[in-house]
């Protein structure tokens, strides 16, 4: 039954099998890895199973240029700040822009970035001790920061450190300011596994978002915003 | 293709489950019947082809999404490398299975995941049941009805886990806009990547008003059939759903072997309700759905979203390792389902498939699957994939599986769009061979014996100049350039094409008057 069962028939299929011209298993060397053949092989000592695909490092104004273009393709508002004094001015006005009345921050937020949204009059949530989602589910938007971006596709990671949050508070509110620097724009995929891998290896869960949520299940015609927050504003960091 | 079956109609699960008075049905109910009692794919697509708008709106959706999938794979000037990264990356599993499958366990058990292992569809349920069914133990109170949430998942739907659940009185809520359209539409879904693909916003429009308020918050009465507003429908409707969840349940679309992480690929941001906010998670997922290490989702991670909706990135990917303390769902379940993959693993041609990401792109550029939509595959998984995937899964017993290895015309344009390089054509002809094969084995048919005959006869020349006198004589008494129809076997040939009929003067004849029979 179950477990036993499946491996004895893997093992029977693939005893059988030509293997698709590899070199048998050697077990006990040390690797993690029990093929012999090179197409199969670690990278080059590297923990990864083919070589790093992605292109030639694009120099940093592009890949922030490209990362702005492909944000503002998805829907999403993005500018730009020096500061904390300017990110705080961008809070404010973003959170005007979208009507919120409530936000949830992060416990490890910095209070510089929101100072001036709470001056104008928005009640600012910190998220510790942990809001109840009916709580999150009444507030309009969350800021947080990030992990990571990555040009070529447009994309934010966040790891959900305390500058990011608990996973909840990043998907209810309805409106998501995020806060990214420029020197944490990695070109592409590729790039940004490379930091990614060892996030995960430590159990940390990551959000990867592209833009608003999105569907297409309608005539494949693209509506922003179903379930996910529905207004995603960026602030660049330069 | 029916839209409004009476919610007591029979249910799709494996044991048919005691027929509950209509009342105590607690979701839509399916179509009645199950996708394996399908007839074979040419009775099935001849009636999908009788519906105008069906072939409309099949035909809008795949050209549509070809031309992005298009234009967002040449964007990259690696994507061939990253096709045959992700081939190898996923050949390096399978070659690996058991290993890989061990190094998850450990790693998913080590981060506070509990794994189970289910040999087939019936295994698989049961543990699911049992594990939502012990959460509703746990209750001090009197016992409530018990709701899990869904996100959109292929294997789920393969073990026909919703109705097993209904019949254990458990609603099972698919999150999904389109599955939700499907759910409610009391219908099957035609695409794995758009379930409802073969629905136009009218027929959205129509589901969402009449169902909607008989499983929860109605659709707003004066719903047009904007898209945008079609969403905002389902958003309403799902937001209670989730909020009041205490179980979700999920696919997967990769497990990574060396670190226990899960992910989810998905648009909408049900995917990371149902993964946030309930206190139980269950994820349920073949167990060909690994990759060796977190590298090697930067492969995927590119290769899936551009293949599929045709976008550079999904808007959101999601993913966990266990439990996270103090952030999501604190009891987490992972059942690693094999429900026949063992078995095609045996099978050094046919296990090609396995590697299969669950794209849709072999189907969107599909001619037939263009046509005929989803349902005549009798299918969860249908286009060229589901003819090659569901045959071996399910075995070559009945009569739609015997039909799907033929349910293509070999032109070969799912192989070169497939982002895991898998050879549909080959791994077809290869089935075809196993349903002839097959046949052989029992007594020798008509097909059989006219084969036979045909094979002897071009054994030798002279029996073939024989036989070419012998037509061209047919074709000086029929004084006919085609026949329209032929009689006994040869009239299914003559359906849906007319035959030529053989020339006057065949080449060997040309041969002799022209070179007087010299080399």
């Known amino acids: ?238 | 293709m029916s839209t409004s079956s009476p919610p007591h109609s029979a249910t799709a699960s494996t044991t048919p489950p005691p027929v509950a008075p209509p009342t105590m049905r607690r979701t839509p109910a399916p179509p009645p019947g199950r996708l394996i009692d399908a007839p074979p794919f040419p009775q099935g697509a001849a009636e999908a082809l009788k519906n105008q708008q069906l072939r409309d709106n099949m035909r809008h959706a795949t050209h549509t999404i070809r031309a992005k999938r298009a234009r967002v794979t040449a964007e990259l000037p690696n994507w061939e490398e990253l096709r045959a990264a992700g081939e190898a990356i996923k050949n390096r599993t399978l070659e690996n299975l058991d290993y890989y499958l061990e190094q998850l366990e450990a790693n998913l058990i080590k981060n506070g995941a509990q794994v189970h292992w289910a040999s087939d569809a019936q295994e698989a349920q049961r543990i699911v049941i049992d594990l939502i069914k012990a959460k509703g133990e746990n209750m001090t109170h009197q016992p409530t009805p018990q709701e899990v949430v869904k996100v959109k998942s292929m294997v789920t739907q393969e073990i026909e886990l919703n109705e097993a659940l209904e019949a254990e009185g458990i609603a099972a809520w698919e999150t999904d806009l389109a599955e939700l359209i499907v759910q409610l539409g009391h219908d099957r879904p035609s695409n794995i990547l758009v379930p409802a693909i073969h629905r136009n916003r009218d027929e959205v429009r129509e589901i969402f008003l009449r169902e909607m308020k008989l499983y929860g918050k109605p659709a707003p009465e004066d719903l047009d059939n904007d898209p945008k507003n079609l969403a905002a429908a389902a958003r309403l409707h799902l937001r209670e759903k989730f909020l009041r969840a205490k179980i979700a349940l999920s696919g997967v679309n990769f497990c990574v072997a060396e670190s226990g992480t899960l992910v989810i690929v998905e648009s909408e941001g049900n995917g990371r309700m149902c993964l946030t906010l309930p206190e139980t998670l269950i994820s349920i997922t073949g167990i060909e759905k690994l990759v060796p290490t977190a590298q090697d989702l930067e492969v995927m991670l590119q290769l899936l979203p551009r293949s599929s909706t045709g976008e550079r990135m999904n808007p959101y990917t999601s993913m966990w390792t266990g439990v996270t303390p103090g952030d999501g769902p604190q009891e987490v379940h992972v059942v690693l389902v094999d429900n026949g993959r063992s078995r095609v693993l045996a099978d050094p041609v046919g296990r090609e498939a396995l590697r299969c990401i669950r794209c849709a792109a072999c189907m969107h550029q599909c001619p037939v699957y263009e046509k005929v939509g989803g349902h005549p595959y009798g299918s969860v998984y249908p286009g060229p994939i589901g003819s090659v995937l569901t045959p071996q899964l399910r075995g070559l017993d009945s009569a739609i599986d015997k039909s799907l290895p033929y349910a293509s015309t070999l032109c070969g344009a799912c192989a070169e769009v497939c982002p895991v390089k898998i050879p549909i054509p080959d791994i077809l002809v290869h089935l075809r061979q196993r349903v002839v094969d097959e046949k052989k084995r029992g007594h020798r048919g008509l097909e059989q014996s006219l084969m036979r005959l045909g094979g002897w006869v071009m054994a030798k020349g002279s029996r073939l100049g024989l036989a070419g006198a012998a037509a061209g004589l047919a074709r000086a008494l029929i004084r006919k350039e085609y026949l329209r129809s032929l009689p006994g076997l040869g009239k299914r040939w003559t359906a849906a094409r007319d035959l030529r009929m053989p020339p006057r003067r065949n080449f060997r004849h040309w041969w002799k008057h022209e070179r007087g029979g010299q080399a």
């Open chain 1, 1 to 238: 039954m179950g477990r036993e069962e499946i491996f004895t028939n893997i093992k029977a299929a693939l005893r059988t099998q030509d293997r698709m011209g590899t070199v048998l298993r050697t077990e006990g060397d040390g690797s993690k890895d029990r093929m012999g053949t090179v197409l199969f092989c670690p990278f080059q000592g590297q923990n990864r199973t083919v070589p790093i695909l992605s292109l030639e490092p694009s120099p940093s104004v592009l890949t922030v240029e490209l990362f702005i273009d492909l944000l503002v393709d998805y829907k999403a508002t993005v500018e730009c700040a020096d500061d904390s004094s300017q990110i705080a001015v961008l809070v404010a006005r973003f959170l005007k822009q979208a009507q919120a009345e409530t936000c949830v921050v992060p416990p490890g937020l910095d209070p510089a970035w929101f100072a001036a949204a709470q001056t104008a009059g928005i009640q600012v949530r910190v998220d510790n001790p942990p809001l109840s989602k009916e709580e999150l589910d009444q507030t309009s938007a969350v800021i947080t920061a990030a992990c990571l971006g990555m040009a070529e596709t447009g994309t934010i990671v966040l790891d959900h450190r305390a500058d990011q949050g608990r996973r909840i508070i990043s998907l209810l509110p309805d409106t998501h300011i995020c806060v990214i620097r420029s020197d944490q724009i990695a070109a592409g995929v590729s790039e940004a596994m490379v930091h990614l891998a060892p996030l995960l290896q430590e159990g940390q869960p990551l959000t990867w978002i592209s833009g608003p949520s999105a569907t297409s299940d309608i005539e494949l015609s693209r509506v922003e915003g179903v379930h996910g927050p529905r207004n995603l504003y960026v602030i660049l960091v330069t």
